[in-house]
């Protein structure tokens, strides 16, 4: 499984390319093939690598993030085996202008790479399908209210990498976090449908099971009917089919993403600015 990190601060001059660069070059050395995606409009990371910020300029970042080009259309190659890059330059800072009107352009950059027709993170692949279960990375997030927090816990520490979070304030950035998540249906289905997260859903409730039922109809969503006691198998079964069936999953997500446009706030004040202009009769 393609592993991806993203070296991110706000403040300029603290060090990520440098950082990004050595990490890259250090992790290739060690028979990792990496690809970095310079995301800066000043080049420095391409710069650093030995490639340049000027030349055929629309062989960039910008080129994908604008759609004009494929992934696999501007990866470079460098004088470091086992590494490539995505080479950036100055257009890359009229992107922001120009995607001011998407309510998703936060993921315009997912959406390429998980959508690339070509497959081509496949290349920097190091995991083989039947290890993918065992080496999951999982995330519990646990209800500040919920009284069962300490065995969930400790039935985590099964698990070789599980982090159990309790009363978390970000849950928009776990969300995003996530390639697939297992949710009872709640109103947090169309918090992930915003963010395109492929769904596995396991309603308690009849409310959560009519959401659940919607997105299965929607072909947004996978739902286990639970009785009083679930049955964990059907969970890895179906959680491992949507691991291995990359296409399915991406599907998932999009038609999650089509029910909702991160507008509802939106309208919800308009509404409510409506009633207010009415007149007392006609309240």
């Given at each position: 499984m393609t592993q991806i990190i993203s070296i991110i601060n706000q403040k300029g001059g603290v060090g990520k390319t440098t950082t990004a660069i050595n990490?890259?070059?250090?992790?290739?050395?060690?028979?990792?093939?990496?690809?970095?995606?310079?995301?800066?409009?000043?080049?420095?990371?391409?710069t650093g690598l030995g490639l340049s910020n000027s030349e055929d300029s629309e062989s960039t970042i910008y080129g994908v993030l604008?759609?004009?080009?494929?992934?696999?259309?501007?990866?470079?190659?460098?004088?470091?085996?086992?590494?490539?890059?995505?080479?950036?330059?100055v257009d890359l800072s009229g992107i922001e202008i120009e995607t001011a009107d998407d309510a998703k352009r936060a993921f315009i950059l997912k959406n390429k790479l998980i959508n690339s027709e070509e497959s081509f993170l496949e290349n920097y692949s190091q995991l083989a399908p039947e290890n993918i279960l065992r080496k999951m990375s999982i995330r519990l997030i646990v209800g500040q209210m919920n009284s069962d927090f300490q065995v969930i816990k400790d039935l985590s520490k099964k698990l070789p990498d599980c982090r159990v979070l309790r009363g978390v304030t970000n849950m928009q950035d776990h969300m995003r976090w996530s390639d697939?998540?297992?949710?009872?249906?709640?109103?947090?289905?169309?918090?992930?449908?915003?963010?395109?997260?492929?769904?596995?859903?396991?309603?308690?409730?009849?409310?959560?099971?009519?959401?659940?039922?919607?997105?299965?109809?929607?072909?947004?969503?996978?739902?286990?009917?639970?009785?009083?006691?679930?049955?964990?198998?059907?969970?890895?079964?179906?959680m491992s089919a949507m691991i291995k069936d990359k296409k399915h999953r991406l599907?998932?997500?999009?038609?999650?993403?089509?029910?909702?446009?991160?507008?509802?706030?939106?309208?919800?004040?308009?509404?409510?600015?409506s009633f207010k202009n009415l007149s007392i009769d006609q309240k």
């Amino acid at each position: 499984m393609t592993q991806i990190i993203s070296i991110i601060n706000q403040k300029g001059g603290v060090g990520k390319t440098t950082t990004a660069i050595n990490l890259a070059a250090g992790l290739s050395l060690n028979k990792k093939k990496i690809l970095i995606i310079d995301l800066d409009p000043q080049g420095n990371a391409t710069t650093g690598l030995g490639l340049s910020n000027s030349e055929d300029s629309e062989s960039t970042i910008y080129g994908v993030l604008n759609g004009n080009k494929s992934i696999k259309s501007v990866i470079s190659n460098t004088k470091f085996e086992n590494l490539d890059l995505i080479r950036s330059n100055v257009d890359l800072s009229g992107i922001e202008i120009e995607t001011a009107d998407d309510a998703k352009r936060a993921f315009i950059l997912k959406n390429k790479l998980i959508n690339s027709e070509e497959s081509f993170l496949e290349n920097y692949s190091q995991l083989a399908p039947e290890n993918i279960l065992r080496k999951m990375s999982i995330r519990l997030i646990v209800g500040q209210m919920n009284s069962d927090f300490q065995v969930i816990k400790d039935l985590s520490k099964k698990l070789p990498d599980c982090r159990v979070l309790r009363g978390v304030t970000n849950m928009q950035d776990h969300m995003r976090w996530s390639d697939i998540a297992l949710s009872s249906g709640g109103s947090t289905v169309w918090e992930l449908s915003f963010y395109e997260t492929p769904m596995l859903l396991m309603p308690v409730s009849v409310p959560e099971e009519k959401i659940g039922e919607h997105m299965v109809a929607s072909k947004a969503a996978i739902m286990i009917k639970t009785s009083k006691k679930v049955n964990f198998q059907d969970v890895f079964i179906k959680m491992s089919a949507m691991i291995k069936d990359k296409k399915h999953r991406l599907s998932l997500g999009i038609k999650a993403g089509a029910l909702v446009d991160g507008n509802g706030a939106l309208r919800v004040i308009h509404a409510m600015q409506s009633f207010k202009n009415l007149s007392i009769d006609q309240k």
